[in-house]
């Protein structure tokens, strides 16, 4: 009877307001991405979407609470690279990265940029090698808590320069940005969805974009092959998710909504202007955000090992 009951229910889905988690404070990249999303996938779904901000731990508090949701369609969330780097950093996880959810399909990969508070002494990255390396205990770094992309590029850079920084956490870069526009943190790196407007404002100072080749919304950053780091490419994939259970009917039309936002012009050039694209159709599917998740799960560990870093 209750499967027949889910049956009915998943048959007129939705009926009410959709909530859209994002594991990171409001206006971080994470929160933007959503907002575009959720905006286009609401006018898809005739029903209203809101995203609820769930801060806290580089982003796990929010994935255990939609972990925890009803598996009804009525709660999905928005999460990126974190899902898949947290089980190697958070040995006591309430819930499992991968059985814990229904994937709903992958939305957008985000280039990162290396920054600093606009009056930070380096001029390029050479001077910001130089300065971070003579002064090592001074040089503060923010990110959004292990296991945020700020984290991981944070632990990249660190481990490349070979220097250990004063990390100070936020509850998302959003906050952090404010921080360092007040000059109160030093340097960081963040998402082309937070940093692009703050680097054309001349707001923050910008040493490199860590993809292969410049982006066109900011072609006179150097990436950080040109600007001394070689090979240092990060790439912050965004994936988006329902509780495990949540019926196939439903999922099903959660990807399609998700599939024409990401061909809705408006989102397609809001994503442009902030340096980054949707991911093709065919990925923006459930067998494409597991295969993807597994693979990066798979691929993080050993390195998140390697580097010594983890929460018990
Ligand atoms: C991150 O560093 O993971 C994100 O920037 C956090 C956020 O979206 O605020």
Sequence with gaps: LVGAAFGAQAQNYPTKTIT??????AGGPTDTVARLVAQSMGATLKQQIIVENVGGAGGTIGAARVAKSAPDGYTIFLHHIGQSTAPALYRKLSYNAIDSFE?????????????ARANFPAKDFKELLAYVKANKEKVTYANAGLGSASHLCGMLFQTAIGVDLTTVPYKGTGPAMNDMLGGQVDIMCDQTTNTTSQIKGGKVKVYGVTTKTRLASMPNVPTMNEAGLPGFEVAVWHGLYAPKGTPKP?????????RVALKDPTVKQRFADLGTEPVADNRARPE????????????WGPIITKAGQYAD
């Excluded at 859209?20 to 404070?25: E, G, L």
């Excluded at 994937?103 to 920054?115: E, S």
């Design 20 to 25: 859209m988690v994002v594991p990171f404070a």
């Design 250 to 258: 439903v999922v099903d039309q959660l990807s399609n909504a998700l």
């Design 103 to 115: 994937p709903i399909g992958l939305v957008t990969d985000v280039p990162m940029t290396l920054i």
């Design 288 to 299: 494409a955000l597991r295969a993807h998740l597994k693979s990066e799960i798979d691929r």
